[in-house]
């Protein structure tokens, strides 16, 4: 309990008292980071977003290669053929018989036809909308990083701060140990006291100690979103006031929600949208398709007459309609229509969940906000009457009970702001999420 209330107490110093931006370190092997640093370096370099722009890659391809199916298509030929002395022997009457050898031939051909139809049309279509689906999916990706990188590099931030304050705190507690040693060595206090004392000083660098590997295990996290080598030295530029603006909470808070700037409304309402297109698409399976061709071949005999023949050039067009299909298309069509109408229910679930969300988080960062002010001051409080006290101690006016219910209570105080914080934090996150911020 002492332990972690130490740990708790040196936390609430780390976020009170951040330190200032670090001098550049031109050591190779050391990676200094601001914020903004962090996020671009996580954008650039995490798998994950990479995937989400290829996802925008194919879905692009696959509609280019929709397109593809409505332009001409084009081909030639070429060929030859020998017919390996084969004779052709024909009966002319009284003029006898007489023998002719059949010549070898070239073929060269040239054929172009065309395809449209109204799905044809729709599947370039449903190709666009998919290729928005795709963007969304990979800002929201994007969202997603910049919120990790937050949340760790502010972990990382208060981990580092943290372990600097216990070893301060660590130094403060060596000297008053010697002070009351001294004390009992005057007769001024009893042993027991120094004693208490000692064990604070234990406690201190066991939680010393736990803090350096907690600390390295938020860094090795950031090794890990960053996608850097493991053993490469983090050092933060930016202090904890920096990360936490009420300014920012306060303009959150007054700001109207806009659905369409949501990245989950925007992916509910373009699955909406492709599944508008999918009944389209069954509609008009009952719809003709119009194809037409244009076709030239030339023959080449090659012998003693170089006889050539070159027939008309051919020229064509069908159109198919669809008859019967044993109801194929019918119920493919209705299958299509339901889906569409789930989807539209999805959408105004969507719409009013975002909208009761967006009042329950703003409520969330309101209480947030006049927790921290509240804690803040009880912390403020609380130190000046521990400081109080103990300087009474030191000269013989308290008691060793009055220090300690003082410190509990100061201990209490900045466990409860180091909770606002905490909740204060996660509020502001959520809602700019929410916002789209």
Known sequence: MIKRSILVCCMVFAVLFSAKGQDVNTDSSTLNLSFEDAVNMALERNRTLQNASLDVKKAEAAKWEAIATMLPQVSGSLGYSSNLGYEMVMDAGVMGKFTMNM???????LQASVAVSAAQIIS?????ISIDMANVAKSQSEQEITNQVRILYYSALV????QELLTKNLESLKKLYDYSQ?????GAAEQVDADQIMVQVATMETTLNTSKRSMEMV???MRLLLNIDVDTEISLTQGVDELLSIPNALALISEDLVLENNYNYQLVNQSTKLSKKQVDLAGWAYAPTLSAFYKFTKTHYFGDGGMRSTPPNMIGATLSIPIFSSAQRYKALQGAKFEY???QNLLADTEMSLKIQHRQL?????SALERLETQKKNVEVSQRVFDNISLKYEHGYSSSMDVTTSGTNLIAAQSSYVQALLEFVNAQIELEKLLNK
């Open 362 to 366: 703003k409520y969330n960062l309101t």
């Open 124 to 128: 370039t279509q449903i190709g666009k």
């Open 219 to 221: 860094y090795n996290s």
């Open 182 to 186: 001294k004390a009992v060595d005057v």
């Open 103 to 109: 010549p070898s031939t070239g073929t060269v051909g």
């Open 159 to 162: 981990s580092e701060q943290t």
């Open 341 to 343: 109408q789930k989807q």
